[in-house]
């Protein structure tokens, strides 16, 4: 399935924006300007079908950590808004605030989780969209293989999606294609490889076609890669960041370790040893030559700690990922975006922000300081004080 456009609004930076999506989308812009916002807010679509929404933000401060930082029209609902694309499918969720009247005998303590406001999910029949789900927060009706409108028979946690929790998937099978395709997307950002990152200790040996988010199972990934994936294309790459240099796993009783040797050093180096660059490096050779392709594969800023010297490979390695996969990847390094520049089927963003948010670059005029002064911006009067957003009753 392909994605033709994402729509975020209300999360942290981002207001309101809108992204048309290719076979390989390029978000560039400077650190700051909100691309690790958009990566997170997508990252939230995908853990719509696993069960964790609530977690996920929970993980990022609650809901107040995550609401749109800028300035809201008075009585305007803080809410977080998203939608895309999907083939001929459209999803979309709107969530917020936890009503007050809902947060007595002792829930207040859960005044971060998110409230889910609204739930849709329509199909294009080729004359007009078709709604198939419809949820207002625990009111929730679907359309069944029959067509017939029926009221959901489960019920859902008004912290979680529809999708995550479809019990009856031969009534729905729309529904439970889209969850299916949102669990298979992949997400890669921030590996750690600092000298405690468990990338760098000792591993369980089991074939691992997929690396993990944070690539603790690097070793058994890349060993996998050469016993059933592209070995070759993996080892090229490794020569082409290392000359004459060559990387090693080697097992015993289950456990599998890294090593490598380099031309004038005459021992192999650990993978404790490795430099922050080099690990990095080979996480991200991981997540793109793996043999199960996910549909959707997002990547946070591949190009840290990884010298510019390596970036046309990075890149010629994002385009042999794309012929399996689409490909969303932001970057601050406008060297790496240039690699991409001009490819079939890529395309560059530049993302800027202005008065605070993040936007495409040339769609979004600064306010003067006359529009500030007779409103706009947090102007006292219009906004609704942020400050303020724990204790609305938002119904």
């Known amino acids: 399935m392909n994605i033709q456009e994402i729509e975020i609004s209300g999360y942290r930076s981002v207001d309101d924006l809108k992204l048309e999506l290719s076979n390989v989308t390029v978000l560039v812009g400077p650190n700051g300007c909100g691309k690790s916002n958009i990566y997170q807010s997508v990252n939230l679509i995908a853990a719509a079908a696993t069960g964790q929404f609530a977690r996920r933000i929970a993980e990022e401060?609650?809901?107040?950590?995550?609401?749109?930082?800028?300035?809201?029209?008075?009585?305007?609902?803080?809410r977080v808004s998203l939608?895309?694309?999907?083939?001929?499918?459209?999803?979309?969720?709107?969530?917020?605030?936890?009503?007050?009247?809902?947060?007595?005998?002792?829930?207040?303590?859960?005044?971060?989780?998110?409230?889910?406001?609204?739930?849709?999910?329509?199909?294009d029949s080729g004359?007009?969209?078709?709604?198939?789900?419809?949820?207002?927060?625990?009111?929730?009706?679907?359309?069944?293989?029959?067509?017939?409108?029926?009221?959901?028979?489960?019920?859902?946690a008004n912290s979680e999606s529809v999708l995550s929790e479809l019990r009856e998937p031969q009534k729905f099978p729309e529904l439970?294609?889209?969850?299916?395709?949102?669990?298979?997307?992949?997400?890669?950002?921030?590996?750690?490889?600092?000298?405690?990152?468990?990338?760098?200790?000792?591993?369980?040996?089991?074939?691992?076609?997929?690396?993990?988010?944070?690539?603790?199972?690097?070793?058994?990934?890349?060993?996998?890669?050469?016993?059933?994936?592209?070995?070759a294309r993996l080892d090229s790459a490794i020569g082409d960041a290392f000359p004459d240099s060559k990387l090693q796993i080697t097992e015993s009783d289950g456990v599998l370790d890294m090593f490598m040797s380099f031309?004038?050093?005459?021992?192999?180096?650990?993978?404790?040893?490795?430099?922050?660059?080099?690990?990095?490096?080979?996480?991200?050779?991981?997540?793109?030559?793996?043999?199960?392709?996910?549909?959707?594969?997002?990547?946070?800023?591949?190009?840290?700690?990884?010298?510019?010297?390596?970036?046309?490979?990075?890149a010629e390695l994002v385009m042999r990922a794309s012929k399996n996969s689409q490909i969303l990847l932001t970057t601050h390094s406008r060297d790496l975006a240039a690699y991409l520049t001009g490819r079939s089927g890529v395309t560059i963003i530049e993302l800027e922000k202005v008065d605070g948010a993040t936007c495409v670059r040339g769609t979004r005029t600064p306010k003067t300081e006359e529009q500030k002064s007779k409103g706009f911006l947090g102007a006292k009067g219009e906004f609704e004080d942020d400050d303020n957003n724990d204790g609305e009753e938002d119904d």
């Open 127 to 156: 004359r007009k969209m078709v709604t198939l789900l419809t949820r207002k927060r625990s009111a929730i009706t679907a359309k069944n293989m029959d067509g017939r409108d029926q009221s959901y028979p489960d019920a859902v």
């Open 176 to 231: 439970t294609t889209l969850r299916a395709e949102f669990l298979k997307w992949r997400f890669y950002h921030d590996f750690r490889t600092d000298l405690q990152s468990p990338i760098r200790e000792p591993q369980l040996g089991t074939l691992t076609p997929i690396l993990s988010h944070d690539g603790h199972d690097l070793a058994a990934t890349i060993a996998t890669i050469r016993t059933i994936g592209d070995g």
């Open 83 to 123: 939608s895309l694309s999907i083939d001929e499918l459209r999803y979309s969720l709107e969530f917020g605030l936890i009503p007050i009247s809902e947060r007595a005998g002792g829930l207040d303590i859960f005044r971060r989780d998110p409230d889910i406001k609204l739930e849709t999910v329509e199909i």
């Open 61 to 78: 401060g609650g809901m107040q950590s995550i609401l749109w930082a800028g300035g809201r029209r008075k009585n305007e609902k803080p």
């Open 263 to 314: 031309p004038g050093v005459y021992r192999n180096l650990s993978a404790r040893e490795f430099s922050d660059g080099t690990l990095q490096y080979l996480c991200i050779l991981a997540a793109l030559l793996t043999p199960r392709p996910a549909p959707f594969l997002v990547l946070n800023e591949p190009e840290t700690s990884i010298h510019s010297d390596l970036f046309k490979s990075m």
